[in-house]
């Protein structure tokens, strides 16, 4: 049995050397046949499992893309079955490397963010090159089932965006069984495979996108309709001046939820969402802790107009709910100060809209191309120079040189629009090549 054993793990050690990237078929133990019936990609997954096959329903946990982003990394390259069959690690992620070149104005930034384009202009700053690795992801994936969790995953992916120096940074980690999903992930209230693909890294400046720490209980009713909802960890960025109201902690977590519609096998949805937060804050001139509400509702979807044309759609509006919009993340938005009474804050009116269309060739080739705007409301406050609104232009084309390799290229516009109505734009080229593992 041991020697068994041995041999399982020296062929599994060979399938990770580069000859096993070359279509070379799977190596395994006692299961041959099981990427042909379930996985379709025979030439790909490389498994070393135990004594028995692993259940059918598990490994399709693993290959189930709908509810991904399109930046999110698919199903790993290389699994790990255990003895009973009713468990599967996969190891995966991918290499990917960008170059951009900004002309007739910049984004200050590694992502294309129009709410960081300089308004006015600046003449000396006018063309930037680029190069990042940053987004380069890692991931393990544990799926499984047992009497006690049902149908259970664990995940754990990170990048290299911690801090300034490239460093690990851990992006989802969350454990789903059931009804409940509990880790970080995916906000209730991103509607992530809605989101239109990009090689920018940040996206269209209007979309909601952000990961909160939750606790989330999901569920189906029937075969088309789902739901979510969940409490979720605050974040949360004010705008205070004159030292005369001041940040405190929060005092209550953020409510999304979700009704979802899916048809065509459920690759098509559309998508409503709520949300609601208590911002809370100290007025420094009654010496009084207050709480504001933050509230937000948002329709998603994406639906097949043709077979090869594909309709991407997002709009939110609400109040207070900064935190989760591209453009105004980490900027400030939630609370801002409100001129009517000394100390005040309030939570500034805003909406954002995405809109795209993706046409694909083949399977391996594809073009898309989406707008999107973000826009805030009743912020004099900020000032002559604050924010008003901003504009992103986007239009791409992926192409897969193998079924691991991808390459892409696209062009960017955007623009910045200040409270006294000062404008400022910029242009980029994004080059990407990526690598799936």
Not at 1 to 30: I, T, W
Not at 74 to 101: C, E, N
Not at 168 to 194: E, P
Not at 247 to 255: F, H, N, S
Request: with cysteine; glycine share 10%; aromatic share 12%.
């Amino acid at each position: 049995m041991e020697k068994k054993y041995l041999m399982g793990l020296l062929l599994g050690a060979c399938a990770l050397m580069p000859a096993a990237a070359q279509d070379s078929p799977p190596v395994a133990l006692e299961v041959t046949s099981l990427c042909d019936t379930v996985c379709h990609e025979p030439a790909r997954v490389v498994l070393l499992v135990g004594n028995k096959a692993v259940k059918d329903e598990i490994m399709k946990m693993f290959y189930d893309t709908r509810s991904l982003h399109f930046q999110d990394p698919r199903a790993p390259r290389f699994l790990f079955i255990d003895q009973k069959g009713r468990a599967a690690l996969g190891i995966g992620g991918y290499v990917k490397g960008t170059m951009s070149y900004d002309f007739n104005g910049i984004s200050d930034s590694k992502d294309f963010i129009p709410f960081d384009i300089p308004a006015p202009s600046n003449p000396a700053e006018r063309s930037q090159f680029q190069m990042d690795a940053s987004t380069t992801r890692i991931f393990l994936k544990l799926v499984g089932n047992n009497n006690l969790m049902g149908k259970y995953m664990a995940y754990i992916e990170t990048d290299f965006r911690g801090g300034n120096s490239n460093s690990l940074r851990l992006r989802q980690a969350y454990i789903k069984m059931r009804h409940v999903q509990a880790g970080l992930a995916w906000s209730t209230f991103v509607d992530a495979v809605a989101g239109p693909p990009t090689i920018d890294y940040q996206g269209p400046n209007g979309e909601v996108s952000v990961r909160n720490v939750m606790l989330q209980y999901f569920g189906n009713i029937g075969s088309r309709w789902s739901y979510a909802v969940a409490a979720e960890a605050p974040s949360v960025s004010y705008t205070t001046v004159n030292a005369k109201s001041s940040y405190i902690k929060q005092r209550m977590p953020d409510i999304p939820l979700y009704l979802q519609y899916g048809w065509n096998e459920n690759n098509n949805h559309i998508r409503v969402s709520g949300l609601f937060r208590g911002l809370s804050y100290r007025n420094l001139v009654t010496h009084k802790n207050l709480m504001k509400l933050g509230w937000a509702v948002q329709l998603t979807g994406l639906a097949n107009i043709t077979p090869k044309l594909l309709f991407y759609y997002e709009g939110v509006y609400g109040r207070g709910y900064g935190e989760y919009v591209d453009d105004l993340n980490g900027n400030g938005v939630d609370l801002i100060p409100d001129a009517r009474r000394e100390g005040d804050m309030k939570a500034p009116e805003s909406w954002g809209v995405v809109g795209g269309l993706q046409y694909n060739f083949t399977p391996s080739l594809f073009i898309s191309a989406s707008y999107s705007q973000c826009r805030l409301y009743g912020a004099e406050t900020l000032g002559p120079q604050g924010y008003k609104y901003g504009q992103y232009i986007v239009g791409n084309i992926f192409y897969n040189l193998t079924k691991d390799c991808q390459i892409g290229a696209e062009y960017l516009f955007g623009r910045r629009v200040n409270q006294n109505e000062q404008k400022g734009s910029a242009n980029r080229l994004n080059a990407m090549i990526q690598y799936n593992f």
